[in-house]
């Protein structure tokens, strides 16, 4: 069985620092393909998941600079807590800003475990977290939990830049150059949905396994993390058959309302099942900053002629996408990118 308790209500900085974490796990680690939802403010911060909620990735993000040693083993309380407890998670993460050299034996890299922390620090970590235990529960930790434990954690800090995090989302190539603010509108955005999920309040409420948690609806889907970015870029809902982008009507102009209907469907649902797939969403990414480098022309020409010109230029296209379907997202572009002007 599992309680959830209350959490601490957090000012700005920490609010942008939980972001962060969620899109660390969402896009800046090997296994970050593994997870499919996102569980906000329950068993800690954040929480990964897979689909089934049967493998749980554990993050406590602390925004607070100059952390020192016997900080961090406070820090550490939810994390440990959550190791104890009837719920198993894969791994314990503490994300936070970077440290002071001094308490590092290699201060450059910015994933770790306790190791990396010079001898005299590690006591000072371990027993941080020990007084905190006692404090919050009036008893003892055991030893060996504690020392199993925090052999376990991983030290993760974080960039400082919040744009990085929506590149790494993204996927779009280097040369590729949107303004800062596009990025900082994306993250904002996300923040807002986090932010929104957390004010549910579940104190006292209880689980006996992980997977419960999805009753309580404070997740969210990697899927829809992923369609609110490209709404963003796009100006518009991509998905909603009611909002058919201005210059794709040319290309179905002579059907019958019903055969239009289809159409935009069939097109809708094969951009959905690329970027909504784990393993396809990537080739979306490199595919749609493909397009994004043809913004001037798309502003211009006909979407059928953007996508024959694409042809001519060797893009590659991915292969669950029809002739169709590259004309529509084209098409939504071209009218996310005629709002702009």
Request: with cysteine; glycine share 4%.
């Amino acid at each position: 069985m599992y309680q959830f308790t209350t959490t601490e209500r957090n000012n700005e900085k920490a609010s942008e620092y939980e972001t962060k974490a969620m899109l660390y796990l969402f896009g800046c680690r090997q296994d970050s393909r593994d997870m499919d939802v996102f569980i906000i403010d329950c068993f800690n911060d954040v929480s990964g998941a897979d689909h089934n909620v049967q493998r749980l990735w554990d993050v406590q993000s602390k925004g607070v600079k100059s952390l020192e040693p016997r900080k961090i083993g406070i820090a550490l309380i939810t994390l440990f807590q959550n190791y104890i407890s009837d719920i198993e998670f894969e791994h314990y993460i503490l994300f936070m800003p970077k440290l002071r050299e001094m308490y590092l034996n290699d201060e450059d890299r910015t994933y770790f475990q306790i190791d990396n922390f010079k001898l005299q620090y590690i006591d000072k970590v371990r027993q941080g977290l020990k007084n905190e235990y006692k404090r919050r529960n009036d008893s003892e930790p055991a030893d060996e939990d504690l020392d199993n434990f925090l052999q376990l954690v991983e030290f993760v800090i974080a960039e400082e830049q919040k744009q990085e995090y929506i590149k790494r989302i993204t996927s779009f190539r280097a040369s590729l150059r949107l303004e800062e603010a596009f990025y900082d509108a994306v993250f904002d955005d996300i923040r807002n949905q986090q932010t929104i999920l957390k004010t549910k309040n579940i104190d006292g409420y209880q689980i006996m396994n992980a997977s419960e948690v999805l009753q309580y609806e404070k997740v969210l889907w990697k899927k829809e993390i992923d369609a609110l970015v490209i709404n963003r870029i796009l100006g518009m809902d991509l998905f909603n058959s009611r909002h058919v982008p201005n210059s794709f009507i040319d290309e179905i102009a002579s059907l019958d309302i019903e055969e239009r209907k289809d159409i935009i469907q069939e097109c809708q649902s094969d951009i959905a099942k690329l970027l909504f797939d784990k393993n396809g969403r990537h080739i979306f990414w490199r595919f749609f900053g493909a397009l994004l480098s043809y913004s001037k022309a798309i502003r211009l020409e006909r979407p059928r002629g953007i996508a024959e010109q694409m042809r001519r230029d060797n893009v590659i296209i991915p292969k669950i996408l029809s002739e169709k379907s590259v004309v529509y997202l084209i098409s939504a572009l071209k009218e996310g990118l005629m709002d702009d002007n």
